[in-house]
């Protein structure tokens, strides 16, 4: 008997179908999602984030990309935010350290700050501390973090629907668009510190700007799967956060992330600041000018 032989063509079509039906085709979509977005906060990752024209900034400021690398389980990451120039205001780059209760920024710009100063501290244990700062600082700095969207579907998410399968640079995904009610998902996560303090104010935004409408307080986040179960890209716009659609890649799962913290002789905790220039703007905290 002949051997039949497929033609390549076909033949990398059956293995793309194959692929996508393992990333989650025939489970339902709500579950798996939320399977995925645990299954990444389990992991380490690298990260790619875009913003376009983003108003926090001054309106159009050009396209802003955050490279970055991320431990999940310890809630620690690094990230470098490339500012473009607007107006007076320099180009340069912003540099991020995240833990659970406690951020550093690093502003493009540090002429600002005490002498000797290069790093701002933030510290967000509770809700209570959100007042100490910026109203609406922890949630524009960790809408630059990835966990802040995981934390809020694994906790949050109440439904979910399949808009089919993409193969991106060869490699297949699964996209479902996630409704995410905030108040559940803040009831329901064990997180505390700056993420919990984002959710709340992201609430607080969200309902603000509902006006008459009733119903949970819903944000939509589009997110695609890949062939081993993790959340490998996510979009969304956070309400309150004047940072427009942030468009995140996590890729690298798995990398080792050491713990480098700023030296304490070179930041200044925002609070003094507070105490010697009055109310702080988040943009300021970034760019320093």
């Known amino acids: 008997m002949k051997r ?15 692929a996508l039906a393992g990333c989650g085709g025939n489970t339902d979509p709500l579950h798996a999602v939320r399977s995925a977005a645990t299954n990444t906060l389990s992991l380490t990752a690298q990260s790619t984030m875009t913003w376009t024209d983003p108003p926090l900034f001054g309106g159009r400021s050009g396209t802003i ?3 970055a690398e991320f431990s999940f389980p310890k809630g620690l990451g690094y990230e470098a935010l490339q500012v473009p120039a607007l ?6 780059t912003a540099y991020f350290v995240f833990l659970p209760t406690k951020l550093w920024i690093k502003p493009v710009v540090n002429t600002a700050l005490p002498e000797g100063d290069l790093w701002i501290s933030a510290e967000f244990a509770d809700s209570r501390s959100a007042g100490s700062t910026t109203p609406s600082l922890a949630l524009v700095l ?3 973090n990835p966990q802040l969207l995981l934390e809020e579907i694994v906790g ?8 089919g399968g993409r193969v991106i640079d060869h490699v297949p995904f699964t996209e479902y668009v996630v409704s995410v009610d905030l108040a559940r998902a803040i009831a329901a996560t064990g997180t505390r510190g700056a993420l919990r303090v984002a959710m709340q104010q992201e609430l607080a935004a969200l309902r603000a700007n509902r006006g008459t409408h009733t119903g949970p307080p819903l944000v939509r986040i589009v997110v695609r799967v890949d062939g081993a179960g993790r959340l490998a890209q996510l979009q969304a716009a956070l309400p309150g956060s004047k940072l427009g659609t942030v468009r995140i890649a996590l890729w690298k799962f798995g990398s080792t992330i050491p713990l480098s913290l700023p030296l304490t002789s070179q930041t200044v905790d925002i609070a003094s600041l507070l105490r010697s220039h009055g109310p702080i703007q988040a943009p ?6």
């Open 284 to 289: 300021w905290v970034v760019t320093g000018a």
């Open 142 to 144: 960790e809408s630059m």
């Open 87 to 92: 107006g007076q205001r320099p180009s340069g």
């Open 4 to 18: 039949l032989q497929l033609p390549s063509s076909i033949f990398a079509t059956v293995l793309t179908l194959v």
């Open 65 to 67: 990309v955050g490279r």
């Open 156 to 163: 949050g998410a109440v439904s979910a629907s399949s808009s």
